[in-house]
């Protein structure tokens, strides 16, 4: 089954086509960032008159690129939710026209989920897809019950997917997401957006001993998340450092960013770890799943690695290749084929809001 995806919850107008899920015949992503990192952030009706912009140049490029006449797609895929109300009209109108004038079923997907299905999503060697605890490429196929981090800019969720269409959600974030954090403690830094990115470049040349910030919730029991005192901690740090009367005070230059850099990623990094690795052996996980755009940071994907081979968990560990972790229109069309649920375009709504049913 081919299965055309549409997304538009942000600032990144994406299309693709996959086949039963997992194999990519086109992509093709347009994105408004540079834009948003003139303003330092996204301001919503710019990225919506983007998605306006680049929409219909995008669908056209995978139908090219795959080939194929349109009478060969079996379905349409779309993002409904959550998002930014004004970029997800764009995608989901456009998908509900295309579904009634070349007459497909339609499946709304939940941008959350979509991000989990990045890690099902084989390119031209499956081999190349997975990647085992000791950094071997794997052909270990992914099994249930999995565990799923979603790490992007607006969620940290920890999810348990019993099955395909059966997720329970373990927790969340209470205040920022990981992301989030790290785009806003970009800024303080003056670093630009986004600032997830900006934050691993500058980690590589930090010491990651300089500054000691909380590593908020990660004794607690529960499976929840907290980063917005994280924040406050650096702009506390950033204050001291800039008063000039303190005998240490350097001013906010390259080696205090770099540091600063270093010790947030590592707390972020050693929270999201704790409680992933906790939730993977209470609910017996047979896989557990990285996805989101901070799931691209390297030395997340690293810090995993040897954390499942110190423990000597007998899990396989998968996470999608890096433009794959970032919003991208392959692992919604991948949702859709696993979670088959088409509606009538009628009854399609796009859904800022959408969390976790
Ligand atoms: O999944 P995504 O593309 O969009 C959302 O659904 O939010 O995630 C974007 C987020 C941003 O906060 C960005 O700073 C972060 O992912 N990000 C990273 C990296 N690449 C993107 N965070 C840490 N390290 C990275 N390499
Ligand atoms: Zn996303």
Redesign the pocket.
């Known amino acids: 089954m081919r299965i055309l995806g549409i997304e538009t919850?942000?600032d990144?107008t994406g299309a693709a086509i996959v086949e039963d899920g997992t194999k990519l015949i086109s992509n093709a992503l347009a994105s408004s960032i540079k834009l948003h990192a003139k303003t330092g952030g996204i301001i919503p009706e710019t990225a919506a008159r983007e998605q306006i912009k680049y929409i219909i140049p995008v669908i056209n490029r995978v139908i090219k690129q795959a080939n194929i006449d349109t009478s060969k797609l079996d379905a349409i895929a779309v993002t409904v939710g959550p998002?930014l109300l004004g970029s997800l009209l764009v995608g989901v109108e456009t998908a509900k026209t295309l579904s009634y004038v070349w007459d497909k079923p339609i499946i709304p997907v939940n941008?959350?989920i979509g991000?989990i299905y990045a890690n099902f999503i084989e390119q031209t060697d499956y081999r190349l897809r997975t990647t085992a605890v000791d950094g071997r490429p794997s052909t270990v196929d992914i099994t249930f019950p999995a565990l799923g981090l979603i790490?992007?800019?607006?969620?940290t969720d920890l999810v348990l997917l019993k099955n395909h269409g059966r997720i329970k959600w373990l927790g969340g974030t209470r205040d920022d997401?990981?992301?989030?954090a790290?785009?806003k403690i970009?800024r303080l830094l003056g670093l630009p957006?986004?600032?997830?990115?900006?934050?691993?470049k500058a980690a590589q040349r930090g010491n990651i001993s300089r500054f000691k910030f909380p590593r908020p919730m990660i004794d607690l029991d529960d499976f929840d998340f907290s980063f917005s005192g994280l924040k406050t901690a650096v702009l506390r740090e950033v204050k001291t450092i800039e008063q000039p009367a303190l005998s240490r005070a350097e001013g906010l230059n390259n080696r205090a960013i770099n540091d600063i850099a270093a010790s947030v990623?590592q707390v972020v990094i050693d929270v999201l770890v704790a409680k992933t690795i906790k939730a993977a052996k209470q609910f017996e996980a047979k896989s557990i799943l990285l996805?989101?755009?901070?799931?691209?940071?390297?030395t997340?994907r690293d810090r995993f690695k040897l954390a499942i081979g110190n423990l000597k968990l007998e899990i396989p560990f998968f996470f999608p290749e890096?433009w794959l972790?970032?919003?991208n229109a392959a692992m919604i069309a991948s949702a859709a084929f696993f979670n088959y649920k088409p509606l009538e375009w009628k009854k399609i709504t796009a859904n800022p809001q959408l969390y976790f049913d």
């Not at 957006?193 to 691993?200: C, D, K, R, S, T």
């Open positions: 919850s942000c990144e998002g941008h959350l991000h790490v992007s800019g607006g969620h997401a990981a992301g989030e790290f785009d970009a957006y986004p600032g997830g990115p900006a934050i691993e990623q996805g989101g755009g901070v799931a691209a940071n390297q997340l890096k972790c970032t919003d």
